[in-house]
């Protein structure tokens, strides 16, 4: 278990804020701490903050207020190029009349290591991501998938504790963004450093991260990691941002605990699980995700609720069928399920009866 106290981490954004007007925050008063060796997340849409955390910890932006830690020494004060830090962009940032072997030694060179060091570092670099034969190209005759190995490379080249990645793969076509998220997440954990990755691309943060810290109107709403977002997320905007979401507005009928009674706008009663709910009477959002609505009662979860709901939509997807449901006032409840043999196929017009377990109800804030 990482310990999360600043004073034992790794990163430590203490208290920090950021405006560039003097008046409008576009980070507010940000505490997070980052463990050694931890692959972090910080995901949100555009104008969330997260890209103006990572450039005041890179140092190309200063923090109007607080203390940025690397290692417990504070670096507000401290150049970008003295940070030691990795630093990998999503237009990958090559100088294009330098050779990929003269991208790689130009940070060494900076540090003042002698030619033979800086060729065995450059090859071994090369070597990691899988562009050893490469050294001698120049990056516009490498396809664009090439050229961020060669950006990876270059931010591990010297071998720094933390790397910083900014939508690193955002520019690259789907197939070989999947397969380079793995390569990145296998570097990672075999050379044991620190990462700190922005993504507004929620599949990729599930995909690779440790922790994920979900920014948005520069706050952190919620910082856990990939699995407990999805399955427990903490408000509204976490749910609908991570993942497919079904929100079905309502009024807490009756409070026990973290259990509540919702009565839908519909009419509908069903039991959920209260979030940061504090009194009967109080609006709400449940939030009930797609694969966790079934309609055959033989595979009905015991204590489930059922509604009646009729087909609107049927997506095939290939190894999904996407169903869009009318249910309790929505014409945008979304079901999905598996495409097995067998498996009974709707059609739109049809009436059926759907149902869910009540702990995968969660009675959030209003939207």
Known sequence: MLDNRAGDAFVAFE???KSYDGQTLVVKDLNLSIGRGEF?????????GKTTCL????????????????????INQVPPHKRGIGMVFQNYALFPHMTVGE????PLEVRGMDK????????????????????????AQLSGGQQQRIALARALVFDPELVLMDEPLGALDKQLREHMQFEIKH???????????????QGEALTMSDRIAVFNDGRIQQLATPSELYERPENSFVAGFIGENNALPGTIEKLDGDKALVRLDSGDLIDATAVNIRESGQRTTVSIRPERVEFKSELMPEGAHTVEADVAEVIY???????????ADSDNFVMKFRNTAGQTRLQPGQK?????????ARALDPV
């Open 187 to 201: 570097l990672h954990e075999e050379l044991g450093i620190t990462v700190v990755y922005v993504t507004h691309d």
């Open 317 to 327: 997807m290939g190894d999904i069928l996407r169903t869009r449901l009318r249910v």
């Open 116 to 139: 033979a060091e800086r060729d065995t570092r450059i090859r071994r670099a090369l070597d990691m991501v899988q562009m050893g034969s490469f050294a001698n190209r120049r990056p």
């Open 352 to 360: 059926i009866r759907i149902g869910w377990h009540p702990q995968d």
């Open 55 to 74: 450039m005041m910890l890179a140092g190309f932006e200063t923090a109007t207020h607080g203390e940025i830690r690397l290692a417990g020494r504070p």
């Open 103 to 106: 991208n790689l030694s130009f």
């Open 40 to 48: 972090l997340t910080m995901l949100g849409p555009s104008g969330s």
């Open 15 to 17: 208290h920090v804020q």
